[in-house]
């Protein structure tokens, strides 16, 4: 989505909403004033203003707290923020992309989630099954991230032999994405071979 469009040579910027403690969570996003709190010794933009022209990545919106759904659901109608702290009103143009895993309705019927704030965030929703309902996924995205962290880690690896392929295939893959990158990358620390097998992957083909 950012590559390919006009905003492409600006930032993209992420930022995962459940991996920042809440009374961080504020500032990281829309910065904070010199003075604003204690340990705040300088002017200090946020994520939002950090993606002017670019793309802002939410990851786990739906971790969002209450409190700060209000002031995003105010970013997104008027295109400005406001620094922690300040008083100054400054226009920011980006574009939000949004991710969870969590059922925005059902937190909305839990009063967890604004309904307004939904509506805003979710004009254009893909809803991406997980791994075990995509068959070939689990595949084509390891060989994916082979090529990504192979030189990285200064294992260069061919591929995946046959019973790891089918490993691949079979396994639920509970963690979804996430545990296939983790499997992937200790494989490639610990395959003494030039292949990677599912022993290495920590599966058991047909598992």
């Known amino acids: 989505l950012h590559g390919l469009s006009p905003r492409a040579k600006k930032r ?19 910065g904070y004033e010199k003075g604003a709190f204690t340990g705040a010794n300088k002017l200090t933009p946020g994520k939002v203003e950090y993606a002017d022209g670019g793309t802002l990545f939410l ?9 700060l759904q209000a002031k995003l659901l105010r970013f997104l109608q008027n295109r400005v923020i406001e620094r922690v702290g ?8 980006v574009r939000v992309v949004c991710a969870t895993n969590k059922d925005l309705q059902a937190l909305i019927g839990e009063q967890r989630f604004r ?3 939904y509506f805003r965030v979710g004009e254009v929703t893909l809803n991406v099954p997980p791994l075990r309902e995509r068959r070939g996924a689990a595949t084509v995205l390891a060989y994916n991230m082979l090529r990504k962290y192979s030189g990285a880690h200064g294992r260069p690896k061919r591929g995946f032999t046959e019973d ?39 599966l058991k083909p047909g598992e």
Do not use: H
Not at 59 to 67: H, R, S
Not at 86 to 93: H, L, Y
Not at 176 to 186: A, I, M, Q, S, W
């Open 59 to 67: 990851d786990e919106v739906g971790d969002l707290p209450l409190p």
């Open 164 to 202: 790891a392929t089918a490993a691949l295939e079979t396994y639920d893959w509970p963690g979804n994405v996430r545990e296939l990158e983790n499997k992937v990358k200790t494989a490639l620390i610990m395959a003494d071979g030039p292949m990677i097998t599912a022993a290495d992957l920590g």
């Open 86 to 93: 300040g008083r100054q009103e400054i226009g920011v143009d």
């Open 115 to 117: 309904q307004d704030l």
């Open 12 to 30: 993209f910027v992420a930022i995962n909403c459940a991996a920042i403690p809440i009374n961080l969570l504020e500032s990281e996003l829309f």
